[in-house]
């Protein structure tokens, strides 16, 4: 089985990680606490979030945070997506190609250069008004570089709201908060 420092010299070694921490249990739960304080307030005006993501990592038993910059690639995975129940009514889309298909679609509204709202789906922007839509982070899986590190199960990785990027650079990397700056957080699970 890996080691702690082996991991961290592994994150270490990723593009755009400056810092690698491991987070401590006082402060996953602080973290926890201020997720769930940033979730009651609205998402850039436009209603409710929920962090699945951060609950995720922070079930596993090895947390790291990272420091990123701008060099950092996150994957084409979606970072977040609009929930109406249970179904995806809206997601990022980072693939050049996908994104070209998704401009000739009519059934399809870009809220970002990025951000995709399957008009189908949703009564946009009325469902997110009256809460019956969710935008949520979710986890992002890394199982090609997690095979690199024997004896641990694939990594999950996850981005905190902005009151939880603040904590953790202040707790860990001297309240240094540059243009360009980030955290991201990546879960261990030890395998069996």
């Known amino acids: 089985m890996e080691t702690v420092a082996q991991i961290e010299d592994y ?3 990723m593009t755009g990680i ?3 921490f491991v987070l401590d249990e ?3 739960m602080r973290l926890l606490d201020i997720e769930i304080d940033a979730e009651k307030k609205s998402f850039m005006g436009l209603g409710v979030c929920y962090n699945s993501g951060i609950r995720d990592v922070l ?3 090895l947390v790291f945070l990272g420091i990123t910059d701008m060099d950092f690639q996150w994957g084409c995975g979606s970072h977040m997506i609009l929930k109406k129940g249970e179904e995806i009514v809206g997601e990022d889309v980072y693939e050049e190609s996908r994104i070209e298909q998704l401009k000739k679609r009519d059934d ?3 809220l970002h ?3 995709v709202v399957y008009k189908d789906k949703v009564d946009f922007p009325r469902d997110i008004v009256d809460k019956k839509c969710c935008f949520e982070l979710p986890a992002l899986t890394c199982e090609d570089r997690a095979t690199v590190l024997d004896g641990l199960s694939d990594y999950l990785m ?6 939880g990027d603040t904590f953790l650079k202040d707790r860990y990397y001297g309240g240094t908060d540059e243009r360009g700056m980030g955290t991201v957080l990546f879960g261990f699970r030890v395998r069996e």
Do not use: G, M, T
């Not at 996850?158 to 009151?163: G, L």
């Open 11 to 13: 994150l270490k070694r």
């Open 108 to 110: 399809v509204w870009f």
């Open 59 to 61: 079930r596993c038993r």
């Open 18 to 20: 400056e810092a690698v």
């Open 158 to 163: 996850c981005f905190p709201s902005p009151p």
């Open 26 to 28: 006082e402060d996953r």
């Open 113 to 115: 250069k990025n951000f």
